[in-house]
């Protein structure tokens, strides 16, 4: 059993009394805020960045014991546990190593070699693995395995299924996987390739792509992950297959002379091609993806933290435009508390093209309400409503200096649609509510973005193709660590 605080204590370099400490409260139900805002004494001062990293390993290690456990149960139960594998097991420092060693006692579904066992070919199969037969007749050896009844009607037939039944053995060798993922990792390389070369398609940069397993960036796996998604790439590893096939054969042939050892050689080369090749390419595939998807939802985490974490802007009043083309621009007024004022609509944009009309009501509305700062929407149409906006402020004389900025309006229409929007602003249509919530996002960025669904705001990198759980959970922390840090 493995000292999980100790390990905690290694890899945060922490002293046992903040691993300790830290793990108590976690699992007295305290959240991380908390945590890190009113137990500082209890922590040492550590903030919500370390304890959440701390209580993600925290988690990873409790499930590697409790996966530990429940391995050593079910080898048990079959009666086949030995104290060297408990060892093994117990010992395990990754989730994939207790797998390898669970693997030869998983209950499987049916396979070629599950179904030679069932015909009575497992000894067969025992005397080519011992090597041992010098000498002698091949057809005299398996002659007695052959019976009709049980499907077997030949030694040929004899032959191969002891071919499966060695095939799987060595394929569920524990030692075996760690070595090939080893060498997977370190010299295979990722091959991406078209799958309708004519196809004119935005993955044509991959059309032909090789990259080192060691070296190939996060977003490319990502990448190429959504083309074969979508039926426009084909991918495959490429390994070292001789070298992994000699270290097999180095392993497992111990006596050159023993006159089973064809049938041996070509059990080697089906285990490997047939089931340790893919399950390991599967492995590999699946390590790089959740290793490209970590980084996006870190990155992603990180970004939304920035938006939220943008300074307010106080005392300002502000003209909020959520642009459009042929629906025209909504217009909302806001005070220097956010308190909604006044709408409009303006359609300067094509195909009406109201340029003249536009300006003048933007005027109007800012000589009426002393406005401070024209808030633009980032979408659609902005560039366009940009122009007209920033031309409307050289031709017109106001009382006081007044400026536009352009404002991220990545999830307003979300929460314009949704129940707390509805409750907010019942009597006011969907858009203009879009556009209040553009110009209170310059005012109190926090304030308001906290009414969103953090995924919706789009400050990620291949947010829709990442895990969605961990997503949404790295985003919550972020919110929860936003709103504590302003408090």
């Not at 010098?134 to 191969?160: H, M, Q, R, W």
């Not at 990792?185 to 309708?196: F, R």
């Not at 032909?208 to 790439?233: D, S, T």
Request: some cysteine.
């Amino acid at each position: 059993m493995i000292d999980i605080n100790k390990i905690l204590c290694t890899e945060f370099n922490l002293k046992p009394y903040q691993v300790e400490n830290t793990v108590k409260l976690i699992d007295e139900g305290n959240t991380i805020p908390f945590i890190a805002r009113y137990r500082k004494e209890q922590t040492g001062s550590l903030d919500d960045v370390v304890i959440r990293d701390l209580f993600e390993r925290l988690t990873y290690l409790r499930n590697l014991e409790t996966r530990k456990e429940e391995v050593i149960r079910l080898i048990e139960e079959q009666g086949k546990l030995t104290d060297e594998l408990k060892n093994e097991i117990l010992n395990a420092d990754v989730l994939q190593r207790v797998e390898d060693l669970y693997r030869p006692y998983k209950q499987k579904k049916s396979t070629r070699a599950s179904k030679a066992k069932e015909k009575g070919l497992e000894p067969l199969a025992e005397i080519i693995l011992a090597q041992n037969v010098t000498e002698g007749d091949l057809d005299e050896i398996a002659g007695p395995f052959v019976n009709e009844e049980k499907g077997v009607n030949s030694v040929k037939e004899a032959y191969e299924g002891a071919c499966d039944i060695i095939a799987e053995t060595v394929s569920d060798n524990a030692d075996y996987r760690k070595h090939i993922r080893e060498v997977y990792i370190n010299d295979a390389i990722l091959i991406s390739e078209a799958a309708d070369e004519e196809e004119k398609t935005v993955y044509e940069m991959y059309y032909k792509f090789e990259e080192p397993v060691n070296k190939i960036a996060n977003h490319r796996v990502l990448a190429i992950n959504r083309g074969e998604k979508e039926k426009k790439l084909k991918v495959k590893l490429n390994a070292p297959d001789e070298k992994i096939i000699n270290y097999l054969i180095s392993k497992e042939i111990t006596n050159e002379n023993a006159i089973t050892k064809d049938f041996y050689l070509s059990a080697i080369l089906d285990s490997y091609k047939r089931l340790i090749a893919p399950s390991i390419e599967r492995e590999i595939r699946t390590m790089l993806t959740e290793r490209a998807e970590e980084e996006a939802i870190k990155v992603f985490g990180k970004n939304t933290k920035n938006l939220l974490m943008v300074p307010p802007v106080k005392d300002i009043r502000i003209l909020a435009i959520d642009p459009s083309f042929r629906t025209g621009c909504k217009l909302a007024v806001l005070d220097e508390t956010g308190k909604f004022l006044e709408q409009g609509v303006m359609y300067p944009n094509e195909p009406r093209n109201e340029v003249e009309e536009s300006q003048k009501l933007m005027a109007d509305l800012i000589n009426k309400f002393d406005i401070d700062v024209i808030a633009i929407g980032n979408g659609t149409a902005s560039r366009e409503t940009e122009m007209v906006v920033s031309d409307m402020l050289s031709k017109y004389t106001f009382s006081k200096k007044v400026s536009y900025t352009i404002v991220s309006e990545a999830g307003a229409s979300v929460y314009s649609a949704s129940k707390l929007a509805q409750e907010e602003y019942p009597d006011l249509d969907v858009t203009i509510r879009g556009a209040i919530s553009i110009g209170r996002r310059l005012q109190d960025p926090l304030a308001e973005l906290v009414k969103i669904d953090p995924k919706s705001i789009g400050v990620g990198q291949y947010q829709h193709d990442v895990n969605q759980t961990k997503l949404g959970q790295e985003l919550d922390g972020v919110v929860e660590d936003c709103v504590n840090s302003v408090g």
